[in-house]
């Protein structure tokens, strides 16, 4: 790869082009949350929601930057109750074209250095359980699968297992 990566966290300026990866990563990948067409967060709600990350502790989103243009992307959400604020839920994201290129690795690199800065003792995520290539990449980051969640999610009018994932930062 001849283009560099920049990781950076994410700026209220960055709202439309976040929103507009998350709603790609949407339709061109099974492996997210939301169905295409089903994410309704407006650009001004996506903003709110860097502002809110950004004032505080409560969650960042890091965006991988190649040539100016925002290709991927990792957030965590800490979790809100005095039990277990030590708890970060991790989401993330690489588009199709930039996969295989270390991406996905650079910025679980960046998420567990901000959780660790931030006070973070366990990082945390579920993965569908075919997604070989994501499980292969949190393995590698040291996370473990500690459950299996049996026909959690309905893909393409299938029951598909989850995996629950965890790392330690103790």
């Keep these: 790869m001849s283009a560099s990566i920049v990781l950076r ?3 209220p300026e960055d709202a439309a082009e976040l929103l507009a990866l998350k709603l790609q990563l949407d339709t061109e990948s099974q492996f997210m949350m ?3 067409g089903e994410r309704n967060t407006t650009v001004e709600e996506m903003r709110a929601e860097i502002e809110a990350d950004s004032s505080g502790d409560r969650g960042v989103a890091i965006v991988a930057v190649v040539d100016g243009r925002i290709v ?3 957030g965590i959400e ?3 109750f005095r039990r277990i604020r030590h708890v970060g839920y991790i989401v993330a994201g690489v588009l199709r074209e930039f996969g295989g ?3 996905g690795t650079q910025l679980f690199v960046a998420a567990e ?5 931030h006070g973070i003792l366990r990082l945390e995520l579920t993965v569908m359980a075919h997604n070989t290539a994501g499980v292969r990449l949190y393995q590698r ?6 459950g299996t969640r049996t026909s959690a999610m309905l893909v393409d009018g299938k029951l598909v297992d989850e995996f629950y994932m965890a790392k330690l930062l103790t």
């Design 34 to 36: 939301f169905e295409p």
């Design 72 to 74: 991927g992307y990792v």
């Design 113 to 117: 250095s901000w959780a660790r800065a």
């Design 101 to 103: 290129q270390g991406i």
């Design 78 to 80: 800490r979790g809100a």
């Design 9 to 11: 966290e994410a700026t």
């Design 141 to 146: 980051s040291g996370f473990t699968i500690e």
